[in-house]
């Protein structure tokens, strides 16, 4: 995964050279994307296939620079099937997600959508009734929620103990039988999404294994022909070490030979991922606006906050971030700053929770620097309560020049 950081630095204060007030802005490299999901397609072993989340960031340029490169999108809502319809008339969607409501499984249905991801028995029987009235078939995985032995945790958890998603093990027989009595809806295999923020390759690795022996006992104990298992997303960025990132080439090294020696003949392996696509394409940057010492400890102010970039509070942890200096001090009294301290970077918000970074090492910040923060082009300003206080939106802008 490789971060274009000159380019996108430069474009940053190119930006910030013309305004003239503190900037805050979103900044999209789409060289990178592109790389980075061409790298993905090209070392997933034969067999697998490679959807987007669109829920990590559904901006139009993100994906229509990922449709050509994927096999298709993932969405999980009537607003992100609309959304990819709108713009994507051919593109294959998977539809997934909890509560989906009637108009959106007959949306579904006369959008084409490849396959249905369907949570419980409730959902199937409301399906059934819809496909009785348009006369047209619908397509399903069972989303299950297995509990693996082993699993190590991590911290975002759908799945592998009571959650409200997918099906319970235990009911899947109900749901088997229950769709037997029904040909109208075609099983077409399972979907797994147990947990986010996966940054071992070894573990997931044993995720997708363990996956695939369960099918396998389920298609030998039930007599299933089924084409394809969603192993889900999940794959994670590491904000805390971010120079330890996932070991994508250990995994994909690693399910070549799973998938070679102990793979279902016939049965596909499908990847939904969201965060690991986008994440590292995008950049939140913040200027300074005041820097104070507050009873012992520092404080560095930037325009913004966290009602754009929501992810360090959500996730809870301190976001990782550049200082550009910038040099103009437009006022006639000192600048402010610190050197070889440890600060924390707020936003603008009334509230101790606007937090983006805490007890962070710098050189040294000063009043008007830039703040740059890496990683952000995932589950970042789509998560974020935009309108809280009435501050302007940030600027926002794609690189899409190599
Ligand atoms: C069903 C499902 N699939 C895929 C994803 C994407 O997960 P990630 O962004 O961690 O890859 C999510 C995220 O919540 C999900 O709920």
Redesign the pocket.
Known sequence: MELRLAEVFESIRAVQAKVDEPLCAYVYDLVALRRHAAYLVSTLPEGCELFY?I??NSDLPILQALAPLVDGF?V?SGGELAWVRAHFTDVPVIF??PGKLDHELSGAIEQNVDCL?VESLNELRRLAGIVSQTGKAAAVLL?INLTVGNLAETG?M?GGKPTP?GIPVQQLRECLEWLRAHPEIRLRGF?F?L????LDAQAHLQLVAAYLTQVRRWCDEYELEIDHINV?????INYRQPEQQFDWTAFSAGLTALLRNDGLPGIRVRF??????SAACGYYAMQVIDIKRSYGKTFVIGRGGSHHFRTPYAQGHSHPFHVLPIDAWPYPFPRPETSNDRVSIVGQLCTPKDVLAFDAPVGTVRCNDLLVFPYAG??AWHISHHDFLRHPHPAQWYLSVE
Request: hydrophobic share 30%; proline share 0%; glycine share 20%.
């Open positions: 989340a829920k990590a993932e999980s997934s997600g991801h989303r975002l759908m998603f979907h999404h947990l986010s923020h996966q889900g997303g999940g794959i994670g939904e991922l969201g965060r690991y696509i995932a589950y």
